[in-house]
């Protein structure tokens, strides 16, 4: 069972106080997907994502606005290093 001071949980509590903002320009159609989220994630946060760990919400992001996304936090691949 992973312990307060691991590295899963420490990312987790890093992520629940982090605000992401994706700039999208308003002169082209544009949808947001997982690909461009976590792009976004290591270009301002400086944390990997990988697109399949995001969960984006059902109905498409296509405008500016505040939005939710979950990411999967696991204890792979975050193991002791030996």
């Known amino acids: ?8 949980l420490q990312t987790v509590k890093f992520l629940k106080s982090c605000r992401l903002e994706v700039g999208m320009k308003n002169n082209v159609k544009w949808e947001l ?3 461009i989220v976590a792009r976004h994630f290591f270009k301002n946060l400086r944390v990997f994502v990988p697109p399949h760990a ?3 919400p059902e109905e498409p ?14 204890e ?7």
């Open 54 to 56: 995001l969960k984006l």
């Open 61 to 74: 992001i296509t405008r500016w606005g505040e939005y939710w996304c979950d990411v999967t936090v696991s």
């Open 76 to 82: 792979w691949p975050f193991g002791p290093h030996l």
């Open 1 to 8: 069972s992973p312990t307060p001071s691991s590295p899963p």
């Open 33 to 35: 997907n997982n690909e």
